[in-house]
């Protein structure tokens, strides 16, 4: 299973284009962690390749999309939010706690826009960076039939 996580493009759906343009096409599931403006229905409304999850950010004023959302594939569970909620910026035990008591394996998450792979416990708390920023990143994240987590975080290039 493999899955293309991006996060906080604000407005760039330039970086998000690209990044599906040369990481997306194998990909399973394509994932938007939030404060994406127009790049969530650009994603839902033009990558009918994968499955397509997308979640609200601090900046996405007046979505309707959900602020977590689970996904519970090759025998994992997974847990997509942006981490505003659970303060991230100033670190992550509150979202490795809830990720825990969610029973969630994997969680993929933005706010920062710099690229985690952190373990919490059994959790594995997982951040792209950001799609939007001066050093654009992605991660592609693979699970492979043993059940191993693959990350490999990746510059979008201009």
Known sequence: MKFLV???SHGNLRGVMEAVRRFGKNADVIVHCG???NEADWLL???PQAS???VRGNCDWGSTLDNVEFLDVAGKKIMVTHGH???VKYGLDNL???AEE???DIVFFGHTHVPTDESFGDVRLINPGSSGSYERSCAVVEIDEKGNVLVNHLKIPE
């Open 85 to 87: 909620l659970y303060s």
């Open 35 to 37: 404060d994406s403006r």
């Open 6 to 8: 991006m996060s906080d």
């Open 96 to 98: 490795g706690y809830a």
């Open 52 to 54: 397509v999850v997308c």
């Open 102 to 104: 969610s029973g969630a």
């Open 45 to 47: 409304q033009n990558c």
